[in-house]
Structures are given as structure tokens and as C-alpha cells.
């Protein structure tokens, strides 16, 4: 029989919270999908406490209710909140210290570690071993993939030792697509039966079609114009550069425009690349950057728009087609994450063949088509998105901890065979202590 009785979960997301900025360089579909399940959960009546470092706007010491039950707790990580992931690797000891000396100060007990990210992960070991706990861990994205379609220096060895690590080390592993799950068992050796598929979810209720007419109003689109919609982080396996010359490639279409959402504004390097490739391509009066928006805006930019497109060389699920499709707006994608589950080509998007802004231009022109000949339908493509709500996903993941927890209370931890990332032993925080081997 499944634990029916409430979980205490720690939830570990390092360097990203979940309240952070969307669309910025270290924040997006991972930050709302650790707010949404934990949000899911709490209303179930399971308490989790969410760990992530100190900064922009989140203090050390402040401890916020973000929804019921769940409780976001930022912990002094050393680097200031706006410094890259990639600098926070050598300071994690000093975050599992602080995550300890709250632990200890408010008397919790934890049942279940929920790691994301590999930073994350390596916390969530710690507290394994320190705990006793179940571990659990998410990786949203592998270096191992990461270094084949962005070059080997996109990625350290550190991190790819690490997610080797953990694939052996915790106790269950849960990834939102097949394909993710093929990732790690191929480049990871990751134990098949201890992977776990649970695609992402979407709020159906924010995420619902607007009225057109309204919606290109709003956001100031002609209703001449045919548009497409970008709406991610501006990072380089997002491929951005590739539905830029995609859309280059369709100057003949007239109206044409492109929209982007996303990035970290004005002084954006990433974006002051992107702007200046849509200038040497022909097209910088056709695109306009948008910069981030709440999501409470999204709805009428994805309502307005002919299409979004999703044009990445790697994603782990692709949670904005989720979103697009939920808002009765078709996808043209590239074959990554779980496009090819929810577009049912070329029902309610279509799929690039291969990575050439040729193969996204003839996907995008095929939509456009259809678009103009009213097929398919919004109610029609909403559907596609209708089994992916949030709630479906808590009930997925709770199960996943309740099966995973028979006979684990009190286990030795398992043990990482040739796990040592360096520095395998950190340097501490100062207090003396050093993190359990």
C-alpha cells in the first residue's frame, strides 16, 4: 500500500528561484515548474520548503509562504544573487551548511529531497547522506547534450562528472520526456528502472485562448500581419539564430513579423547579437524584441500570434509549445524535448525534419497556410494540452516519492560508483565543518 500520510519535502532549486525573473539568463521553465508542483502539493496538504540562494530581492533569514503549505527559503550561497550558475559550484558547501543550520533551528524533518538541476543535486546527496531521506532528483538538462549540439566548451567536465554521479546516486530520478530518458541512460549509464516520466504541466486556467481581435490589439499587432512568436531565454541551444534566418528565408511572405520574448533586456549581449544577426539577414524592421514579461501577459502575446515557434537544438520537455498550445495557438518546432507527443503533425503544429532554418522556414510556412484556410481550430488545438495540467503532475510525482519510500526510511545511502567531482570535499563556509564524504 502507498503512504497515504503527508510528505515533508525539501525542495532544493540552488540558483534559480522560483518567484525568479522568466526569460531572464538563468530563469524559465524549470523555476515554473518547481512553483507549480510544489504548489500542487501544498494544496494536498503536503508541506514543502523550497531551498535557493539568497539575492535579487530574497534576503538570508526571510522565509516566505508562496502558496499554502509551501514555503520558500533563500540560504546565503556567497556570490551575490546575479552571478551566474556556472560561479556557484565551489560555494555549494556553504549552502548545504546554511540549509542545515535552518533545519536544525526550526526542528524539520524531511521524508523526501527533491533536487533540481545538478547544483542542486549535489546539495540533495549531501542531505541524503546527512538525513537518511529519499532523493529524488530532476536534471532539466544534461551537460552530456548540451556539449554535442553547443561545442565541448559549453559545459564543464565538473558538471558532466556530477550528473554521471548523481544518475547512479539518487534514489530515483524523474524527467519530463522519453527522449531526456534515452539521454541518460545512453550517456549516463542511468539504471532504466530508476528513471521516471512525468511530462510537464500548464496552467489551463492562465493559459487560455483570448480573443484575437483583442489580443493584437493589446499588444500592438496589425491584423494584416502575420506573426510569429519566440518566447524563451535567448541561450544558445534555444536557437533563436535559427528562426531568425528561418524567417529571412520567408521574406517573400508579405506582413510577415517575428516577435521575442524573452532575454535580460536592452544591454543583453545575447540579444544585441540576435538584433544585429536580423539586420545582416534583411529582416531587423520584421522582428522586435520584446524583452521578459509576466506571465499574465503571455496569454494574449501567444493568442495573438499565427504560431510560435520552437526552434532549440535541446530542450528537456519545451514547456512555452505547452503553453502556446493551451492558448488554441500552433507550434513549429524542431524534434526536441516532447514535440513530438504533443504536435500531432500537422494537426496542431508542425515538425522541422532537421536543425536547417530551411527545414523551421518550410514548418512555418505550412502553418501559415493552414492558419489561413482556419485549420485547425483553437478549441481543437487547446485539446492537445488539455491532459498536461499541473495537478495531473503532482499526483504523478507524489506517487513516484510513495513507491520510491517503501523499505527507503532509514537505507543506507547508495553509494555513486567513481562519483568524486572536484573538489569532491568543498571548502566549507567558515563553521569548521566540512560536508558528509
Not at 483570448?210 to 506573426?227: F, P
Amino acid at each position: 500500500m502507498l503512504r497515504s500520510l503527508p510528505h515533508s519535502i525539501a525542495m532544493i532549486s540552488v540558483h534559480s528561484s522560483p518567484l525568479g525573473r522568466l526569460g531572464t539568463q538563468d530563469t524559465g521553465g524549470m523555476s515554473v515548474y518547481i512553483r507549480e508542483l510544489s504548489r500542487q502539493m501544498g494544496l494536498r496538504g503536503h508541506r514543502v520548503d523550497i531551498f535557493t540562494r539568497a539575492g535579487d530581492g530574497l534576503a538570508c533569514g526571510d522565509v516566505l509562504q508562496i502558496s499554502e503549505n509551501v514555503r520558500l527559503v533563500p540560504l546565503d550561497l556567497g556570490p551575490g544573487g546575479d552571478a551566474p550558475k556556472t560561479a556557484l559550484y565551489p560555494h555549494l558547501a556553504r549552502f548545504f551548511h546554511a540549509l542545515e543550520r535552518f533545519r536544525e533551528r526550526e526542528g524539520a524533518r524531511y521524508d523526501v529531497i527533491h533536487s533540481h538541476y545538478w547544483l542542486s543535486g549535489q546539495v540533495g546527496l549531501w542531505a541524503r547522506q546527512a538525513w537518511g531521506a529519499l532523493h529524488l532528483t530532476t536534471f532539466h538538462t544534461l551537460a552530456a547534450v548540451k556539449k554535442l549540439v553547443c561545442g565541448p566548451e559549453s559545459e564543464s567536465d565538473a558538471r558532466m562528472d556530477a550528473e554521471r554521479g548523481l544518475a547512479a546516486a539518487s534514489d530515483r530520478i524523474v524527467v519530463t520526456s522519453d527522449r531526456e530518458k534515452d539521454h541518460l541512460i545512453r550517456h549516463y549509464d542511468a539504471d532504466a528502472d530508476r528513471v521516471t516520466v512525468i511530462p510537464c504541466g500548464v496552467d489551463l486556467d492562465r493559459f487560455q485562448p483570448k480573443d484575437r481581435t483583442v489580443a493584437r490589439k493589446q499588444i500592438g499587432v496589425a491584423s494584416e500581419e502575420k506573426l510569429v512568436l519566440y518566447v524563451g531565454r535567448l541561450a544558445p541551444e534555444k536557437g533563436l539564430d535559427r528562426l531568425i534566418r528561418a524567417v529571412a528565408c520567408l521574406r517573400h511572405i508579405s506582413e510577415l513579423r517575428l516577435i521575442v520574448v524573452g532575454g535580460d533586456g536592452e544591454h543583453d549581449r545575447a540579444r544585441r547579437r540576435m538584433m544585429e544577426l536580423s539586420r545582416s539577414c534583411g529582416i531587423g524592421g520584421r522582428v522586435t524584441f520584446k524583452g521578459r514579461l509576466e506571465q499574465s501577459e503571455l496569454p494574449f502575446f501567444y493568442s495573438a500570434a499565427d504560431l510560435l515557434s520552437l526552434p532549440s537544438s535541446y530542450e528537456s520537455f519545451g514547456m512555452v509549445a505547452l503553453e502556446a498550445l493551451a492558448c488554441g495557438t500552433p507550434v513549429a518546432a524542431t524534434r526536441v524535448g516532447a514535440m513530438e507527443q504533443l504536435l500531432r503533425d500537422p494537426g496542431n503544429g508542425r515538425l522541422a525534419p532537421d536543425l536547417r532554418p530551411s527545414s523551421l522556414a518550410a514548418a512555418i510556412e505550412g502553418l501559415l497556410r493552414d492558419r489561413a484556410a482556419g485549420l485547425p481550430g483553437t478549441a481543437s488545438i487547446r485539446r492537445a494540452a488539455a491532459d498536461y495540467d499541473w495537478s495531473r503532475v503532482a499526483t504523478d510525482v507524489l506517487k513516484v516519492y510513495s513507491e520510491s519510500m517503501i523499505g527507503a526510511p532509514g537505507a543506507a545511502p547508495r553509494a555513486a560508483a567513481g562519483f568524486h567531482p572536484k573538489p569532491a570535499r568543498p571548502a566549507c563556509c567558515g563553521c569548521g565543518a566540512a560536508p558528509p564524504a
